[in-house]
Each structure stands twice: as C-alpha cells, then as structure tokens.
C-alpha cells in the first residue's frame, strides 16, 4: 500500500487515498519518516538490519547451502 500511495501521491494526495485503503494518514507518514531518517527505526528493525550482514557471511561461508536452521545455529 505504501507503494501505491507513493505512486499516486502527487494526483489524488495522501489523505483520499487513505481514505479509500485501509491505512491511516499518520501511519503513512510514520513509515516515509523512518525511510527518510534510519535513526528513527524501531530497535527490532536496527537489530535486524545489524544481524543482516551477519546472515549473509555465514550463508556465503557454506557455499550458500546452508539453510535457516544451520545459520541461526
């Protein structure tokens, strides 16, 4: 939904399309601040995005055959 707001933003505005979509103004703003500035990001998100690097050495360190459960141990 995001996307599409994103889209057709700049036609229709903001507040019709949410209207129309089940989302709120202020949820679609929340979500373009926290793309806009990282420091914003939820703590899970920060983490995540942390532990991302991480994921990928050890999947690439095994020939990229490793699955979920192998990497997380």
Do not use: Q
């Not at 505005?13 to 373009?32: D, Q």
């Not at 920060?46 to 999947?59: F, G, N, P, Q, T």
Request: proline share 7%.
């Amino acid at each position: 939904m995001i996307a599409f707001i994103d889209d057709h933003r700049e036609t229709y505005g903001v507040e019709p399309i949410c209207r129309v979509l089940p989302i709120a103004p202020s949820t679609y703003r929340a979500h373009a601040a926290r793309r806009a500035d990282p420091s914003r990001l939820p703590a899970r998100a920060k983490r995540d995005a942390s532990l991302m690097a991480e994921i990928r050495r050890v999947h690439a360190a095994n020939f990229g055959i490793y699955g979920v459960r192998k990497v997380w141990r």
